[in-house]
């Protein structure tokens, strides 16, 4: 993408959003970086703009922010096994539609990435609630003529810097992360990494002939996004 572009940052405050944000604000080619989300980053930057939203069940209010956008990450999700079912997929369809549907009409030329994950079944028949909704959102993302889509899909994501994790679940996972790496060394990616894989393959058309899915293997690529 040429100078001046204009992004869009869902889920700043969120592990693998708030190191997207750092790296937008960071870049020379982006001119302006709008974080959309329920609270505030905390950053303070010349290129950063923040609109507080509370409410992404509608987006109506945003169409102002988001216009003129060239490019957005939505990385607003929740955890299976933190919240309710229905609650699951609010976060991972609806609102995800929602804002896609605002944005679009807002900004008709800007491209959508979402932080998809491993697994998204797009046939939507996956007894994994997690896999079937991803792949609910993904279909439903694709249906709206993005000029460039790009749905990334990670397996387990590590924190790179100390988190409050949402379950005894993934406080396991991260306690195991350094040995299991030890012996499958793709078998994860650090949430810097990703973000630094997201954030060039939509800016810098990385990708290649990539795409719109963005699998794991893809984001460890040697030379490729990473």
């Known amino acids: 993408m040429g100078a001046g572009s204009i992004v869009v940052v869902t889920g700043a405050t969120g592990m693998v959003g ?8 960071a870049r020379d ?13 905390g950053l303070r930057h010349a ?24 490019f957005a990450f939505h990385c607003i999700g929740v955890y299976t096994g933190a919240v309710p079912a229905g609650e699951l997929r609010r976060v991972t369809v609806d609102q995800t539609l929602e804002f896609a549907r605002v944005l679009r009409a807002a900004s008709p030329r800007a491209g959508f990435g979402l932080l998809s994950g491993q697994g998204a079944d797009r046939s939507e028949t ?27 899909r990670p ?3 590590h924190p790179s ?24 060394p793709s078998i994860g ?19 290649g002939a990539l795409g719109p899915e963005i699998e794991h293997r893809d984001l460890l690529r040697p030379g490729a996004p990473d």
């Open 18 to 25: 708030r190191s997207v944000l750092e790296l937008c604000l």
């Open 29 to 41: 080619g982006v001119a302006l970086v709008t974080a959309v989300g329920r609270r505030t980053t």
């Open 155 to 157: 397996g387990y994501i």
């Open 161 to 184: 810097t100390p988190r409050r994790e949402p379950n005894l679940f993934y406080v396991a996972l991260r306690l195991v992360y350094p040995l299991a790496r030890l012996v499958r």
């Open 189 to 207: 990616i650090e949430s810097d990494a990703l973000a630094r894989a997201m954030v060039k393959t939509a800016l810098d058309g990385a990708a």
């Open 47 to 70: 290129k950063l703009r923040e609109t507080l939203h509370p409410d992404f069940d509608d987006c109506s209010a945003l169409a102002g922010a988001l216009s003129g956008v060239d």
């Open 126 to 152: 996956s007894r994994v609630a997690f896999a079937r909704l991803k792949g609910t959102a993904e279909n439903g993302l694709a249906r709206m003529g993005f000029p460039r889509l790009f749905f990334f």
